[in-house]
């Protein structure tokens, strides 16, 4: 390295929240409106680098699955405190599948293995529920701080949130 490099300036860390609305333009462009992000009572979450570049491509894949596997109408991207770690939840109201089916080697589901070992590799687990028919729920919960959460059930951190109904666009 030389030492010029030394005084270079890093680039600016962006805030997770920034990063999650910047895939979903990317993604969508100008069908943004099919995709709701939520962020509600969560403090600006900035990841260290080896964490950013596994969390945004789950969230990448489960957004391309959702608006072209599933067909989806309304996809929504939430980000919120789950105990001591996040939770990124992508929900669909889209055709749904099997996912016991991927497990067992089904060419069409690769890309939930992979979403599963990005997962682990920041010590987080992936979580999907989902049926055919009824959409699709896929959940990402991690420890931005290190903590495992690989073989945890989910149920030591429950919390609720509330949200409001927003009337619907006449």
């Given at each position: 390295?030389?030492?010029?490099?030394?005084?270079?300036?890093p680039a600016p860390v962006r805030a997770l929240q920034d990063q999650l609305a910047d895939l979903i333009e990317q993604i969508f462009g100008d069908d943004q409106?099919?995709?709701?992000?939520?962020?509600?009572?969560?403090?600006?979450?900035?990841?260290?680098?080896?964490?950013?570049?596994?969390?945004l491509p789950i969230a990448q894949e489960a957004l391309l699955n959702a608006s072209g596997h599933a067909r989806a109408k309304v996809i929504s991207l939430t980000?919120?405190?789950?105990?001591?770690?996040?939770?990124?939840?992508?929900?669909?109201?889209?055709?749904?599948?099997?996912?016991?089916?991927?497990?067992?080697?089904?060419?069409?589901?690769?890309?939930?293995?992979?979403?599963?070992?990005?997962?682990?590799?920041?010590?987080?687990?992936?979580?999907?529920?989902?049926?055919?028919?009824?959409?699709?729920?896929?959940?990402?919960?991690?420890?931005?701080?290190?903590?495992?959460?690989?073989?945890?059930?989910?149920?030591?951190?429950?919390?609720?949130?509330?949200?409001?109904?927003?009337?619907?666009?006449?």
């Open positions: 390295r030389s030492i010029s490099s030394l005084t270079e300036t409106h099919l995709v709701r992000l939520v962020t509600a009572g969560t403090e600006p979450v900035y990841l260290p680098p080896e964490q950013t570049t596994q969390v980000l919120e405190q789950w105990g001591d770690g996040l939770r990124i939840i992508i929900e669909d109201d889209g055709v749904g599948f099997d996912p016991h089916k991927s497990r067992r080697g089904n060419r069409d589901h690769f890309g939930l293995s992979i979403m599963r070992a990005r997962a682990k590799r920041i010590g987080g687990r992936l979580d999907v529920d989902s049926q055919p028919g009824q959409g699709t729920k896929v959940s990402l919960i991690w420890d931005p701080d290190g903590g495992d959460h690989s073989s945890r059930t989910g149920l030591e951190g429950r919390q609720f949130m509330l949200y409001s109904q927003v009337p619907e666009a006449k």
